[in-house]
């Protein structure tokens, strides 16, 4: 014991306990995922400024719980003004990693509130918001009358905003997302103006999503081979968020 230095002095005792203590952090592991489940996907009970508070500490716990890699694919700069983020696939542990990021950007500063303020406050101008997993069909209205920007998921979006999108002005940014083994891929689209797609009905809105949905898929698929060729740091500006 002599030999061990004084930062790892007391490693054997604590392997010793770890044993033992596996219990406890199963039940704290289950316990987390439940409630953030409770809180974010199904709680309508809770003040919306207390689930998200509530959210993001679960969140951060469970991504140190994971061993996963989140690349970030872009070509432009995600516009600052009243944005609807559109990802291709239903709200999840892994997508939301997107919304965190968006909120951790320098340049979305207006979106900095979001995280301990009034959400529902009319001084922000940008704020994301898991449509599809807190607000009902009525809220919809109210977040575009707020000039709030949106982080929806796909489906969602085609069963509820078409009736809003004659009368607003925002942008829309698709998300294309791939999940393999220890990795997940996720690539923004351009903005889109709303007037272009102002003039179409539901089913034509939904056909001119898919088209461009899966023209970002094939960019998605042709940057990640780049990014398993390259594995450096400049390609197309991409950066990694460690989930540990």
């Known amino acids: 014991m002599e030999s061990i230095n004084h930062v790892n002095r007391y490693f054997f005792l604590r392997a010793l306990a770890y044993p033992f203590t596996l219990p406890s952090f199963l039940f704290s592991y289950f316990r987390i995922r439940k409630r953030a489940n409770s809180y974010v996907f199904h709680g309508q ?11 993001f500490s679960f969140h951060k716990k469970l991504l140190r719980l994971q061993k996963k890699s989140f690349v970030f694919l872009s070509d432009s700069k995600t516009p600052k003004n009243q944005t609807i983020f559109i990802i291709d696939k239903d709200i999840s542990w892994d997508s939301l990693v997107v919304l965190r990021q968006l909120i951790k950007e320098d340049e979305h500063q ?85 007037q ?8 034509m809105l939904s056909e001119r999503l898919e088209l461009l949905f899966g023209k970002l898929e094939k960019d998605l698929l042709s940057c990640v081979k780049n990014y398993d060729l390259e594995k450096r740091g400049s390609y197309l500006g991409y950066f990694s968020f460690k989930g540990r």
């Not at 009970?45 to 959210?55: G, L, S």
């Not at 272009?196 to 089913?203: F, P, R, S, T």
């Open 110 to 194: 207006l979106i900095t509130p979001f995280l301990g303020k009034d959400i529902l406050s009319k001084k922000s101008s940008l704020i994301i918001d898991l449509v599809d997993c807190i607000y009902d069909k009525e809220d919809l209205g109210i977040i575009f009358d707020l000039k709030r920007s949106l982080f929806i998921s796909k489906p969602s979006f085609l069963s509820e905003s078409h009736h809003i999108i004659k009368n607003a002005y925002f942008q829309i940014v698709l998300i294309s997302s791939l999940n393999r083994k220890g990795e997940v891929f996720f690539k923004l689209g351009r903005a889109i103006k709303s």
């Open 45 to 55: 009970a809770t003040p919306p400024e207390k689930r998200y508070e509530w959210f």
């Open 196 to 203: 272009e797609l102002a003039y179409l009905n539901k089913d």
